[in-house]
Each structure stands twice: as C-alpha cells, then as structure tokens.
C-alpha cells in the first residue's frame, strides 16, 4: 500500500511540475518584447506663454529617433517623451548619447532592476539597457550624468507600466481610472541652463516652474471630450526637480494609491500632497458633479506658490508658473 501511495504522489508530483512548467511557458510566450530608442541631445525651451515667447532657454533634453541611433532625426524634449510598456513586457532601451563634446550619460530608472551590463555611454555611443516590466507602476527615467547636473538640464522623462487589467493603475480593483494624466514636475534655473559645466550649483535658483515643461497658461488642463464630472480621474505624479514638491488640489480629495511604483498598504485622502525630488506617487480623483471653485475647474497647483513665471527682477515677470485645471 505504501509503495502504491508513493507512486501516487510521484504521479501527482510530476503533473504539477508539468503544470508549473506548462503556465511558465505560457507567460513567457505572452511576454512581448518591447525596444525604446531615445536621444539625447541639446535643445530650447520657451518657458514663457505662447504670447510672450520671446525668451529661449537651452537644454538637454531626450527625443526619439524617426531612425534608430541617429540624432539628427530626434529633437529634444522637456521632459522627455513619456514611455508606455505593458506588464510582463521584455524592455530593451537604447540611448544614444548625442550631447556636446565631454558629456557620459547614465541612464538609469530608479526601482527598476535591469540586466547586468554597460550604463553609461560617451558622445557618440549608444548604452543599451535591458529588463522585465514585472511591476506596473510610474517610473521616471533620467540620466545620472556628470552629478546630476544633465537632469538639472532637463534628461528625465516617464516610463508607465501599464497593469495586466485594462483600466486599472495597478493589479488591484481598488486602483481602477477612467482617466488619466502624467504630471511631470521640474523647474528652471536660467542662469545655469546657460552655463551648465561651469554655474555653481550652490547658487542654483529656480524662476521657472513647470508642469509637462510648461508653465500656466500654456500647462495642458485634464479634461476628457466626455467630461470628467462622476469619472475617475488617475493623477500620476513625477517630480523631476531638486526639491520636494507640494501640489494642493482644491475644492475636492485625491485618494493617494502609490508612491514610487509599490502600491499603499493603506492609502489615503489628501487635498496637498508632497512628492518628494525623485519620486513618483499615483492618486485617483472623483470629480463632482459641481462645486468646482473655479470657472475653468478644479485648481491643481504649488502649494509653495511658485506660480510665477521668471524671477520678481525680471521685467517679464509674470503670473503662471505651476498651476493647471481638472477641467468638469
């Protein structure tokens, strides 16, 4: 009976492996591989609205080949393009580092785990980074680049991984959206955009502040063509500055679901919620159905009041900076 009951187990034992190897199969097979090429490159920004675009301020910033690996297709970004891959997707990043002469990227995205390899890559040469989107989640990605200072000049960007459930931030019921929108936070420093080798980073004074590198009223409102009102409305926060970042919603609470891709054990209401330099955080908003405090909405803006646009000795100093609308 004993010999009989072992074979039995055996059996059932080598079915299961079976099974564990047949369903290690299947996800594999239904992992897509995914390639993102990327440039970066020298650029502009207009920092002031489109009536007032008299001020040109330069940058780096990443942009996206129409060739693979040659930059003169490309034109730089700030931030740079938002990435969109799928959970379980096999990623490979391909960054051509098309700075001026001296510059080493280092390309990085931190909660990100890649495969053992290059990380950095001098002008002219392309760095090559590879892994698993095992974790949906907002991710930034951004060069390390001579000590921070190619972020500072505007080389950082999103990368969304998107749930394996259709509309839903993570693999929770809880984090379901209609609709969403990246927020990339960032500010800028004019005098070391126009010295950026040499400017004391001690002396480094933000005048611009910015929402998707725009500053209010040029910064894109969250809308949808079907309205926003009883919708759920997913706010995914990446704050690519020096310094932490509080942004105050009135007139309604955002449920904070997530902070740097890991979902909250215990997430929670808030009406200003501080994201940290570097980091990411998602939240979900219900829009009411009335009560906006504004004629153009719900005020999504710096709770530190950087709403200004260039420094107060600036004859063009003016109303904006980081503020936009969840538009009903």
């Known amino acids: 009976m004993r010999a009989i009951a072992n074979q039995r ?3 059932w034992l080598a079915l299961a492996v079976a099974s564990a190897g047949l369903a290690l199969t299947g996800s594999t097979a239904s992992a897509a591989p995914v390639t993102i090429d990327l440039c970066a490159k020298a650029g502009s920004l207009y920092p002031l609205p489109t009536t007032s675009q008299t001020l040109s301020i330069p940058i780096w910033g990443f942009g996206v080949p129409s060739t693979p690996g040659d930059c003169s297709t490309a034109i730089a970004s700030l931030p740079g393009p938002v990435r969109t891959v799928n959970e379980g ?16 990227i280092s390309f990085e995205i931190p909660g990100v785990s890649f495969e053992v390899g290059p990380t950095d890559a001098d002008v002219g040469e392309t760095v090559t980074r590879s892994f698993t989107a095992s974790a949906p989640g907002t991710y930034l990605y951004q060069s390390g680049g001579d000590g921070g200072r190619q972020a500072a000049m505007g080389l950082y960007g999103a990368l969304i ?6 509309g839903r931030a993570y693999d929770d ?6 609709i969403e929108q990246t927020l990339v936070l960032s500010q800028i420093d004019p005098n070391f955009n126009n010295a950026p080798d040499s400017y004391d980073m001690y002396r480094y004074r ?4 910015l929402i998707n590198g725009k500053a209010y ?8 063509a079907g309205g926003t009102k009883g919708k759920k409305v997913l706010l995914r926060y990446l704050n690519a500055g020096y310094d932490n970042t509080t942004l105050l919603l009135l007139g309604v609470h955002e449920r904070v679901i997530a902070r740097d891709a890991r979902l909250l054990n215990n997430p929670f209401d808030a009406d200003a919620e501080t994201i940290p330099a570097g980091g990411t955080e998602d939240a979900i ?3 009411p159905a009335f009560g906006a405090p504004s004629s153009q909405g719900f005020p999504l803006y710096n709770r530190q009041l950087h709403v200004t646009n260039g ?11 980081m503020l936009t609308f969840i538009v009903p």
Not at 206 to 209: E, H, K, P
Request: hydrophobic share 40%; proline share 7%.
């Open 206 to 209: 933000a005048t611009y502040w």
């Open 311 to 321: 420094a107060a000795t600036d004859p063009l100093h003016i109303p904006g900076g």
């Open 9 to 11: 187990i055996r059996a």
């Open 173 to 178: 019921t809880t984090t379901a959206y209609a």
């Open 89 to 104: 997707d096999l990623v490979t990043i391909n960054v051509t580092n098309a700075l001026p002469a001296g510059h080493t």
């Open 285 to 287: 908003v219900t829009v």
């Open 217 to 224: 009223p040029d910064a894109e409102s969250i809308s949808d």
């Open 161 to 166: 991984v998107r749930s394996a459930t259709a």
